[in-house]
């Protein structure tokens, strides 16, 4: 099993211009999300999604877009980069949850993301 | 805004040493797991403690929470170099919640 890949691993883009990221698991997992990490901080959580089709605003959603069309992926849009956006972006899927609240998360290596 | 806060920020600690780290959090959890980041890579899942239990054992990791002081521990006993890493706490919310909150983690760095 992969795990959680991500694609593309860097990647440099220039104020205004457009990306998307790919994530995907081949876990079988219900529930996806997508974090970024800036230095000296932890994991934020820009959307997530809790099954196929379905998509939810975490804590810092402005800028993003998301889309779920495949259980197995999860894609994150930047429509208008700005350098604000310059981070590492994370990918993370797991079950849904078995006793009231979500269990373990599985990442994948990341995105380095470089907005100029 | 984040729920989890690591102490100490940052460890520095010879091999062999034990590793003693902290986490504290405001509001009601329903689990609370810890992660470990090498750098440069992803989030591994290390262990997972639920709000009933007051201790739990993998390996060389010891966790302990304390819901009554909303604070957990994560001792690593007899460091290794392949120890140092980034360890982050999150926190589950009672039920009915689908998504983790990180702390901004600790940095261990085990010297051989």
């Known amino acids: 099993n992969a795990g959680v890949t991500q694609t593309p691993k860097f990647r440099v883009l220039k104020t205004g211009q457009s990306m998307t990221l790919l994530c995907a698991q081949d876990?079988?997992?219900?529930?996806m999300y997508w974090y970024r990490q800036d230095p000296g901080m932890g994991l934020r959580l820009i959307h997530y999604?809790?099954?196929?089709?379905?998509?939810a605003k975490g804590e810092v959603p402005d800028g993003y877009n998301v889309s779920r069309l495949k259980k197995q992926n999860f894609l994150l849009g930047l429509e208008s980069a700005a350098p604000s956006q310059t981070s590492v972006y994370f990918c993370?899927?797991?079950?849904?949850?078995?006793?009231?609240?979500?269990?373990?998360?599985?990442f994948g290596p990341g995105t380095r993301l470089l907005v100029l | 805004s984040q729920q989890g806060e690591e102490d100490p920020q940052a460890l520095s600690i010879q091999e062999g040493e034990n590793a003693t780290m902290n986490c504290s959090y405001k509001?009601?959890?329903?689990?609370l797991q810890w992660y470990r980041q090498n750098s440069g890579r992803g989030l591994v899942h290390l262990i997972l403690?639920?709000?009933?239990?007051r201790e739990k054992h993998s390996g060389r990791l010891r966790v302990t929470l304390d819901t009554s002081k909303k604070s957990s521990s994560l001792l690593i006993t007899a460091s290794r170099a392949a120890d140092t890493a980034s360890y982050f706490c999150?926190?589950?919310?009672?039920?009915?919640?689908?998504?983790?909150?990180f702390g901004k983690g600790t940095m261990l760095l085990v010297s051989p």
């Open positions: 993370a899927s797991s079950y849904p949850p078995r006793s009231g609240s979500v269990e373990t998360q599985y």
């Open positions: 876990m079988n997992h219900e529930y």
């Open positions: 999604s809790v099954g196929e089709g379905t998509t």
């Open positions: 509001t009601s959890i329903n689990n």
């Open positions: 403690i639920r709000s009933n239990e």
């Open positions: 999150a926190t589950a919310p009672n039920s009915g919640y689908s998504t983790l909150t």
